[in-house]
């Protein structure tokens, strides 16, 4: 299942993004949601997850991004949210969502089918 992700853009060091993922055909709220970043000449690294509702919907951050980025769902909209704050040069990335995955840091994503992603830009 591939997933969308938009919100991205160009924000200036300190500012705030939130990015939405959104999906056709499924319900969101049934599976683990997982945030990736892909920055320039890089790998897929794992951001941030929320488990499905099940498992209570705990969440998960890689330690570069805790204190600053929350992770949340908006069932009514079908829509898992990543709120980042704070945001640093080193967040720039082309940021995408993916369903039943979860892996914090960098890893083997080799296998992924990522869906759109969306350009996180973090200039002055």
């Known amino acids: 299942v591939q997933l969308q992700a938009s919100g991205g853009g160009l924000v200036q060091p300190g500012g705030s993004l939130r990015l939405s993922c959104a999906a056709s055909?499924?319900?969101?709220?049934?599976?683990?949601i997982g945030w990736f970043r892909q920055a320039p000449g890089k790998g897929h690294e794992g951001v941030s997850c929320?488990?499905?509702?099940?498992?209570?919907?705990?969440?998960y951050y890689t330690d570069s991004v805790k204190g600053r980025f929350t992770i949340s769902r908006d069932n009514a909209k079908n829509t898992v949210y990543l709120q980042m704050n704070s945001l640093k040069p080193e967040d720039t990335a082309v940021y995408f969502c993916?369903?039943?995955?979860?892996?914090?840091?960098?890893?083997?994503?080799?296998?992924?089918?990522w869906g759109q992603g969306t350009q996180v830009t973090v200039s002055s």
């Open positions: 993916a369903a039943d995955l979860c892996q914090l840091g960098y890893g083997d994503f080799e296998d992924v089918n």
């Open positions: 055909g499924i319900t969101l709220k049934y599976y683990t």
């Open positions: 929320i488990d499905s509702e099940s498992d209570d919907g705990t969440t």
